[in-house]
């Protein structure tokens, strides 16, 4: 199984990715702490190496700005 588009929300400092297509090669260009590491590390969640590196800790996870309303 290949994965061709993701969406990712609430994780780190990624409110909303929107949609964005993955291709043989992709790119990802962005400022400093726009977000670049983050959605590598949620895209490894889908299927990490060690199984307990995929699980979601809402203290180191969610979005920081967002802590005190959860």
Excluded at 53 to 64: A, I, K, L, S, Y
Aim: hydrophobic share 35%; proline share 3%; with cysteine.
């Amino acid at each position: 199984m290949k994965l061709e588009s993701v969406h990712i929300t609430n994780f780190k400092s990624v409110k909303d990715s929107g949609t964005f297509h993955i291709g043989d090669v992709t790119c990802l260009v962005g400022r400093n702490e726009s977000g670049k590491t983050a959605i590598l590390q949620a895209l490894y969640r889908l299927n990490p190496i060690i199984q307990n590196q995929g699980n979601f800790d809402v203290t180191e996870d969610f979005p920081r700005a967002d802590k005190e309303d959860y």
